[in-house]
């Protein structure tokens, strides 16, 4: 009895040992997940065949197939990349296994889906157990020295019929970056098929930007805009953002320093950012005026212009943190983000303003902010790189596609209305040029008239009564006291003649004005007038009036002339001041008196009020009038 209860126990104990040791067994088994190879033509998923694993040490390929057990590997659900941003390591090994099962022999084409991968090395493990490599690639190698030249990291793998092969690589990420990638398996019919497709696409959208910037260059040049200069600018930097991530830049721009490349990952968005605000800036006229929302804005560009420096300094000096660098990632991708929606808030701030150009840059930003949000949510939470990587153009490339054309085609509405708003203008211009010529024709008509007036009621009532002097008296009847009487009247007639002719040709035009010039000319009239009026006149200039211009100082005179007529005639004053004051950019003429004034309303329909506006209009000056009871000031401002 004893021995039975005893060997129950000794059984018991030895199965749950056994039990054990099965479990431990299977944890510690290496890898032999197999991707079966059934059919030709067509892509394999690697996500539920991949094993990954990171690790801040440098170990070698036996280690890793030899070493490591399934329980040191992480999967990947179907259909989701891998993505590793603050928190990086310095290796990644990538391991699958697949077996060709179509029974000939096939070349797959290994393709990452990533533009971040820095360093790749790959090898192929045989059934016999040995490593080949298949080279290396990535970011930094030159493009002619990849094993495939393709703008995506891409392995040929050669798997014979029949025959189960190791694939293995391992992704050195020495510098930091952030870890994106989506492995596929494809076939060479379908892998030459998207090839052949991505270059056609890619050469389109070239071609198509290549066109706009050009376009925008001529207008530029042509209409000397700076608008279109500025945005041609934007265009060639928003055309690399696309080369850039689809590795094009590397291909086709400097494929023997691919290390540009990194100096311009994050350099470019930067400037596109800086571009895109003042692009926004100018073609909405956003001012601190018309707009509360340019502060918010101005802040934003501030923002990313430092972030230029931090991340010169980070690459430079701090490219082993691997924490700064991705942060520095998010932070750029934040900034941006909202920017963008800075610049919908402003379109739409014009729009509610009545700007119409406002409507297309507001359609071009949202047809982008779609693309930004879903590469900004991959940067921030590896999300979305299905749309990112897979599929070319992806949202945020048609988006950059889209608001190119979308903007160029609001700067030419823009053009055209700013076109047609300054034909308005000329129009208006027009109009007034052909008010101030009717101004000026009339104030000339009015002096033809008093030139009329003046010869007709004074040189010609004298030259008329001399002539009936001349005839009515008979020279041989009459007496010598008779004849010397007659002959001294008809001089006195002929002098009165000759100075009415005078006064008006001295009213006209003073003789040998321009030797005398304005100041004293002016002065010799205040002379005049302060001894034939009761009026006592000051006159005070400041300046020099030798150098200015003939039809300055004869339009002056005759304002001048016609301002100091109205005091005389209507203002009943006892004081008057004129005051001419000649400056380097302006003249300024003041007249000041202590008479009765005038009411403006009625007064400014007199001739004497027509003739000073009239030429004050057409030195392109202005009148300012102040008159009351107590008498009136009148200040002219003439530019020069």
């Not at 002016?522 to 400041?542: G, K, W």
Request: aromatic share 12%; net charge negative; hydrophobic share 45%.
């Amino acid at each position: 009895m004893y021995f039975q209860i005893y060997d129950v126990k000794y059984w018991g104990l030895l199965a749950a040992f056994f039990l054990v040791f099965l479990s431990e067994t299977s944890s510690s088994q290496t890898v032999n997940d197999i991707l079966n190879i059934q059919v030709n033509g067509v892509d394999y998923s690697l996500n539920q065949h991949l094993y990954i694993y990171r690790t801040n040490k440098k170990l070698s390929p036996g280690f890793i197939l030899g070493s490591l057990k399934k329980k040191d590997f992480k999967t990947l659900s179907q259909d989701q990349s891998f993505s590793e941003r603050l928190h990086v390591a310095k290796h990644y090994w990538l391991l699958v296994k697949v077996k060709n099962t179509t029974g000939q022999d096939n070349t797959f084409y290994y393709q990452f889906n990533s533009q971040v991968i820095d360093l790749v090395e790959g090898y192929q493990q045989n059934e016999n157990g040995r490593l080949i490599s298949l080279g290396t690639s990535g970011t930094n190698i030159p493009f002619q020295a990849r094993p495939y030249n393709y703008c995506d990291i891409v392995y040929p793998v050669q798997l014979k019929a029949g025959t189960t092969t190791t694939i293995l690589f391992v992704i050195n990420n020495d510098d930091g970056d952030t870890i994106h990638f989506l492995p596929q398996l494809r076939s060479a019919n379908t892998f030459k098929a998207e090839e052949e497709r991505f270059y056609l696409v890619a050469g389109l959208i070239t071609g198509l930007m290549l066109t706009v910037f050009m376009l925008n260059v001529f207008f530029g040049l042509f209409l000397k805009d700076k608008l279109h200069l500025l945005y041609a600018v934007y265009i060639l930097i928003a055309l690399y953002e696309i080369y850039s991530m689809r590795g094009l830049d590397i291909q086709y721009l400097y494929p023997n320093y691919p290390i540009l490349s990194g100096y311009l990952q994050n350099l470019s968005p930067s400037l596109l950012g800086i571009l895109m605000t003042y692009i926004m800036q100018w073609f909405l006229n956003q001012k601190k005026s018309n707009s509360r929302i340019k502060i918010l804005v101005d802040v934003g560009l501030w923002i990313i212009i430092a972030l230029i420096p931090v991340n010169l300094f980070i690459f430079f000096f701090l490219g082993d943190n691997r924490f700064l660098t991705g942060l520095y990632e998010m932070v750029l991708a934040v900034v941006l983000l909202i920017q963008c929606l800075l610049f919908i808030l402003s379109a739409v701030e014009k729009v509610i303003q009545k700007f119409a150009p406002a409507w297309f840059y507001l359609a071009a930003v949202l047809i982008f902010l779609i693309g930004l949000i879903e590469f900004i949510l991959m940067v921030l939470f590896g999300d979305n790189q299905e749309l990112l990587f897979k599929r070319f153009p992806n949202d945020i490339e048609i988006g950059i596609v889209l608001e190119t054309f979308v903007i160029f085609l609001g700067i030419v509405f823009r053009y055209n209305s700013y076109k047609t708003e300054k034909e308005n203008l000329m129009n208006e211009l027009n109009r007034h040029q052909q008010e101030l010529i009717k101004k000026i024709v009339g104030a000339e008509e009015e002096e033809r008239k008093r030139l009329a007036r003046d010869l007709h009621d004074d040189l010609g009532a004298t030259l008329s009564t001399l002539s009936l002097h001349l005839g009515s008296l008979e020279i041989k009847h009459q007496e010598q006291s008779v004849l010397e009487q007659y002959q001294n009247y008809s001089l006195s007639l002929s002098n009165k003649a000759f100075n009415d002719m005078r006064a008006i040709a001295h009213d006209l035009l003073p003789k040998d004005f321009m030797e005398n010039g304005l100041f004293n000319t002016i002065n010799e009239r205040i002379e005049e007038l302060n001894q034939n009026s009761p009026i006592n006149f000051v006159l005070i200039t400041e300046g020099e009036d030798e150098h200015l211009p003939e039809v300055y100082s004869v339009t002056i005179y005759r304002i001048i002339k016609e301002l100091l007529a109205n005091i005389n005639k209507h203002s009943l004053a006892r004081q008057a001041a004129l005051q001419i004051l000649i400056e380097q950019d302006r003249i300024q003429i003041m007249t000041e008196d202590d008479g009765i004034g005038f009411n403006q309303q009625k007064k400014v329909k007199g001739i004497g009020l027509k003739n000073i506006q009239g030429r004050v209009a057409f030195l392109k000056g202005t009148i300012h009038i102040d008159s009351n009871e107590n008498g009136t000031q009148m200040i002219i401002e003439i530019p020069l």
